[in-house]
């Protein structure tokens, strides 16, 4: 068995922080805390092994009932009740299969039971909720690690999502040169949605259509210094051994505000503020206002509390990156790429809030400036390997993103396949992404057939799958000639609705029942037939 050494003395917050020693002390001992809850201590084989096999040893069936992106939080908990710890920590996490945390949700929470990654806030689309749910299944692997220690079983299996070439993974990324930005939407749009384009030829990079482009983007500069302000510092103030607003800039999420955060406020301030901050820090919602708090709002909320930097600074969580579809083909364009990216901007309160990856591609980023990138390579999300088979991707909104990339691949090397694209968005006349390509793709016979949904054109909603159910015969054909399918965009509502069109179609022109309709679309995903790319 591994001989467990006691954590460091860690001494975070400097002699010089305006705090009395007893303070001092506690918070020292609040961030050593932290960090040993986070830190990496290695497991012997038999400990990760229980771990993994589960407190009572019971093992795993390996099915996944929870791995439905529509299934709330509470709910997949449920289903996983009496599952191990690893199982749990799967339903814990978003469901998506997004990648962003470099792994798959099945690969990262074995990677976390076998303690090969020790951090929990990776699942960027679950968010705090499952930082939350992680952290206090992690209490229990370090519970279950601490009575149990000598269970032999077999060891644990994790991927570490760390590779070693260099811009192929999260953990090494590498610099690539921003080139350009252009608006897809037109004057009398709702959107605002920009086609981006980089250079690679400077780091080398390359990619196949399917794979998603990772951005470590920065914070508005605007934004940090209202931080700095209200936290009454300068910006110039040394933490972690740069200026409070390089770190600020680059290196932390300033929303929303973590837990961590909110119990930094709590041991800073008494009274009902510090219950206020408390229950905060417990995920409960004393004035209402929990969603609506980003690190600024923070700030605002408990104005007589300025933390020091070095103390504000530990509390905050790491600046993630964020990943894109790449809309690009190296075949057709090598050394390039391209993106589709929606500009997220929304007001709460008098204040607008800013989407950090987005905007920063939309509007800080500056052509010639070079930013950290790298290729996440899809699961399981690429063009069929037979130039011949037929395609049916359906793509609404951002979501037309790789399907522009798999018709510029199959053009450029002259795949024979039939292609068909379902795209939809708000208003015909505005937001028609790449029309012009898109028409000339269908002119040339590179785009098979091109059908439209416009939502917001007419009194009722139309989408992209009401287009489908009109032409389900059709679709039904290209099925039976052996077609793959591909659904990219809304992860929440949309994925899940064009699925059930597709399932109502097989029914009623492959003349089945639901049932059987549903085993047909489950047994086209098993072949690889039906990819999906949903964030
Ligand atoms: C595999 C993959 C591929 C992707 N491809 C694309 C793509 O091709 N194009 C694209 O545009 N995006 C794509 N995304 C999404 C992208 O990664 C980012 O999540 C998105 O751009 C938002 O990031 P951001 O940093 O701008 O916003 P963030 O700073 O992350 O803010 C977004 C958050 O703000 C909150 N929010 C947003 N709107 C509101 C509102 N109205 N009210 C209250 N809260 C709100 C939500 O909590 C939301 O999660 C993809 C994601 C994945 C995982
Ligand atoms: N959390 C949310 O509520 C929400 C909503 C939309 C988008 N998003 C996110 O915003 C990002 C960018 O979105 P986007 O610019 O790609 O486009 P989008 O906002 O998703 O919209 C694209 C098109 O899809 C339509 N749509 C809405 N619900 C649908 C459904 N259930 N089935 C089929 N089509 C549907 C929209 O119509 P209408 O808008 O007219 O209904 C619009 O015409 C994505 O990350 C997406 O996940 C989140």
């Known amino acids: 068995m591994n001989q467990m050494t006691p954590p460091p003395k860690i001494e975070i917050i400097p002699a010089s922080a ?20 986070e830190g990496p201590t290695a497991l012997s084989a038999e400990q990760g092994a229980a771990i993994m096999q589960g407190p009572a040893g019971d093992g795993d069936d390996g099915g996944a009932p929870w791995h439905d992106q529509t299934i709330p939080i509470a709910d997949r908990m449920k289903l996983a009740e009496g599952r191990p710890l690893r199982r749990r920590m799967m339903a814990a996490m978003a469901q998506q299969d997004c990648g962003q945390c470099g792994y798959n949700c099945n690969d990262y929470s ?18 705090k909720e499952t930082a939350r749910m992680l952290k206090s299944l992690h209490a229990e692997l370090e519970k279950a690690q601490a009575t149990s220690p000598s269970r032999a079983l077999a060891p644990a299996a994790a991927t570490p999502a760390v590779t070693a070439e260099p811009g192929r993974s999260r953990d090494n990324p590498v610099a690539a040169t921003f080139v350009s930005r252009r608006l897809l939407n037109k004057p009398g749009s709702e959107k605002e949605t920009w086609h981006i384009d980089f250079d690679l030829s400077g780091c080398g990079l390359d990619y196949v259509v399917g794979d998603s482009f990772g951005i470590f983007a920065r914070n508005d500069l605007g934004h940090v210094d209202q931080i700095i302000a209200l936290l009454g ?19 932390v999420s300033l929303s929303p505000a973590p837990d961590s955060l909110f119990e930094l ?5 008494g009274g009902a503020q510090r219950e206020k901050a408390r229950a905060l820090a417990q995920g409960e919602d004393p004035d209402g206002d929990a969603a609506t708090l980003d690190v600024m709002a923070v700030l605002q909320k408990f104005s007589k509390v300025r933390p020091h930097p070095e103390a504000f600074v530990e509390a905050l969580e790491p600046l993630q990156p964020r990943l894109y ?53 899809a699961h399981s999300f690429a063009l069929p390997q037979n130039p011949r088979t037929p395609i049916i991707m359906i793509g609404p909104g951002t979501g037309v993103a790789p399907f522009r990339a798999f018709l510029l691949d199959r053009k450029a090397t002259g795949a024979q396949g039939k292609n068909w694209l379902f795209f939809g968005h708000q208003r015909s006349d505005c937001d028609f992404f790449y029309s012009d390509e898109l028409k000339a793709l269908k002119t040339s016979g590179h785009l098979t ?15 992209v799958q009401d287009r489908m159910r009109e032409v389900g015969r059709e679709l039904w054909t290209w099925l039976a000639e ?47 037939r039906f990819q999906q790319d949903v964030y």
């Open 18 to 37: 305006p705090f009395s020693e007893a303070q001092r002390s506690w918070l020292n001992g609040f961030f050593v805390g932290l960090l040993s809850a």
């Open 110 to 127: 074995d990677a976390i039971a076998s303690k090969a990654e020790a951090r929990l806030n990776l699942c960027v689309p679950g968010g």
């Open 233 to 251: 510092a300068s910006h110039t103030t040394e933490v972690r051994g740069k200026t409070l607003r390089e770190v600020l800039l680059d290196d």
């Open 265 to 269: 406020f709590s041991y800073l301030t």
């Open 325 to 377: 579809s790449i809309s690009s083909s190296h075949n057709a364009t090598p050394g390039k790429l391209s993106l589709t990216v929606d500009c997220v901007r929304y007001v709460i309160g008098k204040r607008q809030r800013l989407g950090v990856a987005s905007t920063f591609l939309a509007e800080r980023i500056q052509p010639g400036d070079e930013v950290q990138v790298y290729v996440q390579k």
């Open 449 to 463: 057939r091109l059908s439209l949904a416009w939502s917001r054109d007419g009194d009722k909603k139309f989408y």
């Open 482 to 528: 052996g077609a793959n399918v591909y659904i990219c965009g809304d992860a929440k509502r949309m994925a899940k609705d064009v699925e059930r069109a597709l399932v109502d179609i097989v029914a009623q022109h492959g003349a089945r029942s639901t049932d059987e309709a549903v085993s047909f679309v489950g047994e086209l995903k098993k072949k690889g």
